[in-house]
């Protein structure tokens, strides 16, 4: 393995494939935090050359955390296709990003690709992509999943609408279910967080939002998103969910640390399919983000891209009805600023689509992050351009419960209309049947919250 | 929209802080409504960077400490600083700590100092008498500034407490930016893992009442003293328990 490069006549030498990977990393304040950004720019583009020629064999072969010591890594090089591996395994990651982006190579092609790579070498890939590289490659790769109704489509954006509240009041929550309705969100899923994580408050809330889909006949599914554990047994006791949700992370100490492991998430994945209320095949819902790792002191050294990809090759394990990263949620100690933020979650959602994942991205900033809304706007377009599966929204993009600031009903309505992208199609019938819309667009009734009223 | 419509919708929200009801002109939102968002933001950032005033501290008798985050960019971009306390801290809490009480309660302004001016007295004094009316010793109090969650292991080293209350600053968000946390967590020490620890959320004026959460918190430290455990762990125990109930 070839670990050092030259240019404009000096020597630029690394220690290890780890040590290449974070540095090769565009600037996150989390990998400064962790101590192993790259000390100059020049030193990042450095570590990106010596990447370039490194082969996916190397890749495999040199573990950042080895399958013996780590369950994530075991899950992830447990799901390589031997003959695909064997095919593309002299590849450099400069041909690997080549082949992503050529003419000839089509979003099929790039799903049975994903299936003899691991997760380090789709970050390789993303490392030495540009943002526009991010958003043209992961738009071939069209992914579907089905839990109630299927999304995921090309031409289409869904999203889930979040009507939290700061007490879980029910009737608070509906009220933002309810403007969310009206503005044709939520064909992705109806997902609260609570802030009580008891099984009480949990089933209280499930039966609220599925009376709301029943008496609508609304084509959608719901959620809370408390610890799997409480999900697990309210819908054992019978509380109506349609699928259960979990934050992962990309190392099994990290997991233990949100007190989760691989057969507690194939548990809860059966406890879905026997007791839930969708009709799958999908049945889980994970939530990831760049940091959480590190955040959680279980990182090894290891960058925070190369971590995210885990998370998703991980997830895929499961094979969710869908996935999102949280990006901007962690704060300023991992992404610093809105270019670090637009970075990310154009990775993210790249990498997760590279290993062929329903990829939403709840697109969001907190208030000690140099961001404000017009930055989170535009990567809305970005994604929207990208092809993102879903993208969460709040009432005008502030969650009262979370105290983050996220898209808005009004910015996945704008999206849509601006970049030609319908909602799922069940849903957008639905929408047309209610007269909310009308050959994509909003009629005069959306955004009145009270016709759900009577 | 008619009379009874409006009705109809200023009833929804009442219900809620959510920004509904807002109305729109083509699918983007009304300038009145932009503004006021953009407006709360504004008073967010601010809240972040304010600080808490000796008078309080003084009032309820708390000294202060620091950690080794020494300013404000460091304490946003490093929270591992956050999450030590200075070597001076260490010293003043040695000295001036009953050791190995039942209940140690911290303070600290987080992200948000305004949580702690706004709501902290009142969550604190109603936490002290709930403790005292079930007898329980709470040690020496104090307030440690740009602290972290996680500051409560080291504290957990020096003071050896059966469980830690730390009432901590939000980060502040629009609704609210004063919101105020309580976390807790049974025997804290170097490497305990998050997952051990419990966090009663969104107390200020719009969430749970200050009065009320400080109340419910002396609830919670009872039920963890008598399972020895908190977080994941504590749930784990109640399900065994539950499980021990229905077989016997």
Known sequence: MKLSTQYFGEIHQFKSLKEVLAKANEEKSGDRLAGIAADSVQERIAAKAVLSELTL????????????????????????????????????????????????????????????????????????????????????IEVLTKNNGTIGYKGTLASRLQPNHP????????????????????????????????????????????????KWN??????????????????????????????????????????????????ANEIAKAYGTGTGPQHLYFETGQGSELSAEAHFGIDQVTLEARNYGFARYFDPYIVNTVVGFIGPEYLYNSKQVIRAGLEDHFMGKMHGLPMGVDICYTNHMKADQNDIE????????????????????????????SLSYHDIATLRQTMDKRPAPLYEAWLEKMGIMDNGKLTKLAGDPTIFNH | MGMNNKEDLDAMIAKTPARIG????????????????????????????????????????????????????????????????????????????????????????????????????????????????????????????????????????????????????????????????????????????????????????????????????GTVIQKILKYQASGMSLVKKEHEEEKREKLG
């Open chain 1, 218 to 267: 609304i084509p959608t599914q719901n959620c809370v998103l408390a610890h799997v554990t409480t999900q697990m047994k309210a819908v054992q006791q019978g509380a109506p969910a349609d699928m259960i949700f979990q934050s992962i992370a990309g190392t099994e100490t990290a997991n233990r640390s949100f007190g989760i492991n691989v057969q507690l998430l194939e548990e």
């Open chain 2, 22 to 217: 807002v109305g729109r002109s083509g699918t983007r939102p009304k300038t009145d409504s932009w503004l006021k968002f953009r407006f709360d933001h504004a008073a967010a950032v601010d809240a972040v960077y304010g600080e808490v005033s000796d008078i309080l501290l003084k009032r309820l008798d708390l000294f202060k400490v620091k950690t080794k985050a020494d300013d404000k960019e460091v304490y946003l971009r490093r929270p591992d600083y956050g999450r030590k306390l200075s070597d001076e801290a260490k010293r003043v809490i040695d000295a001036k700590c009953i050791k190995a009480p039942t209940v140690q309660i911290i303070i600290s302004d987080g992200l948000s100092a305004k949580a702690i001016e706004e709501n902290v007295e009142d969550v604190y004094l109603s936490f002290k008498q709930s403790l005292a009316v079930a007898g329980l010793d709470t040690g020496t109090p104090f307030y440690i500034e740009k602290g972290r969650v996680a500051v409560m292991d080291d504290i957990g080293e020096i003071l050896g407490p059966e469980v830690i209350v730390l009432l901590i600053g939000e980060r502040p968000g629009l609704v609210s930016a004063e919101s105020l946390s309580a976390y807790i967590c049974y025997k804290p020490r170097l490497g305990t893992i998050e997952a051990e620890r419990m966090v009663i959320s969104n107390i200020h004026k719009g969430g749970i009442p200050p009065v009320e959460a400080g109340a419910h918190l």
């Open chain 1, 167 to 214: 007490t879980d009041n029910v009737d608070g929550m509906l009220a933002s279910l309810k403007e969310g309705l009206s503005y044709g969100i939520g064909d992705a899923l109806i997902g609260i967080n609570p802030v009580d994580d008891s099984v009480e408050s949990v089933k209280r809330l499930l039966h609220a939002t599925q009376d709301v889909i029943q």
């Open chain 1, 57 to 140: 064999a190397d890749i495999r072969n040199y573990p950042l955390l080895s399958p013996e010591e780590d369950e994530v890594s075991r899950i992830i090089d447990g799901l390589i296709n031997g003959t695909i591996y064997q095919s593309v395994k002299n590849w450099s990651v400069a041909e690997l990003r080549e082949y992503i982006l050529s003419d000839e190579t089509t979003g099929e092609d790039l799903k049975r690709l994903s299936r003899g790579l691991n997760s380090e070498m789709i970050a390789a890939a993303a490392k030495l992509m540009s943002n526009l590289d991010l958003i043209h490659a992961a738009n071939k």
């Open chain 1, 378 to 405: 535009d990567l809305g377009v970005l994604l929207t351009a990208a092809g993102v599966n879903f993208i969460i929204a709040t009432p005008m993009g502030d969650d009262c419960m979370l105290n983050y600031q």
